[in-house]
């Protein structure tokens, strides 16, 4: 599986934007980019996945490289319910598996 | 809709002693995976299973094994348990492939072995 790279952690205050950087530069052209999030003491949750255009959803936005080599996530208004550890994956072909790396821990400042 | 669920929350077993778990996916979802994560090795996938068939592996021992029903309920075991072995088990739940489709996660089985 190709891999990704993501900071160890982030810290942002409440209320205001947040953007998680992900490199995936051995990514071919039939993988997705997944983001999960894993809130603790809870399983991982489905953030927003994509391919080559940009995707938004009601959780978050997803901006993709042109060259597909990195991404970032965007929460647009963090709260403290968003301090998680967010995950970073690409997933190919026809492979049902997610390969979670370490993640970044997002801490969030009241 | 129900998420997924998982039985039982919390396990405690002796080493050499086996264990099942169960997990019942989201209606409608035929693929579930098993997770299995702790803190030193993270989150690892240990397998798939689509319409009554492992479909995925990941790279664990023998000792790990699952089935799925025509219900999509799947159940997982683990054979004479080791000290290691003491982890959070997720199963996971989508309509098909994750490539393209979200995964949706049971709150976990956590087993403790002693």
């Known amino acids: 599986d190709a891999k990704t790279t993501q900071p160890n952690s982030m810290e942002s205050n409440e209320e205001e934007p947040v953007h998680l950087p992900c490199n995936h530069s051995?990514?071919?052209?039939?993988?997705?980019i997944h983001w999960y999030r894993q809130l603790p003491s809870q399983g991982p949750e489905y953030v927003i996945h994509?391919?080559?255009s940009n995707v938004n959803n009601r959780m978050a936005s997803l901006a993709i490289a042109e060259d597909r080599k990195s991404s970032t996530l965007i929460l647009h208004r963090a709260t403290l319910r968003d301090a998680a550890v967010y995950y970073c994956?690409?997933?190919?072909?026809?492979?049902?598996?997610?390969?979670f790396g370490k993640g970044i821990t997002l801490s969030v400042r009241p | 809709k129900a998420g997924v669920t998982q039985t039982p929350r919390y396990l405690i077993k002796t080493r050499g002693q086996q264990v099942t778990l169960s997990c019942s996916p989201i209606?409608?979802?035929?693929?579930v995976s098993w997770y299995q994560q702790t803190p030193g090795q993270g989150l690892q996938f240990l397998f798939e299973?689509?319409?009554?068939?492992?479909?995925n592996k990941g790279n664990f021992p023998g000792r790990f094994s699952g089935r799925q029903f025509s219900n999509s309920r799947s159940e997982m075991n683990v054979s004479t348990l080791e000290l290691g072995d003491s982890a959070l088990y997720l199963c996971?739940?989508?309509?098909?492939?994750?490539?393209?489709?979200?995964?949706?996660f049971g709150p976990g089985t956590r087993l403790t072995v002693l």
């Open positions: 996971a739940s989508s309509f098909d492939e994750v490539t393209n489709n979200e995964q949706f």
């Open positions: 051995t990514i071919s052209g039939t993988d997705y």
């Open positions: 994509g391919l080559t």
């Open positions: 994956i690409l997933v190919t072909g026809a492979n049902s598996k997610l390969t």
């Open positions: 209606s409608g979802h035929r693929s």
């Open positions: 299973y689509f319409s009554e068939t492992q479909r």
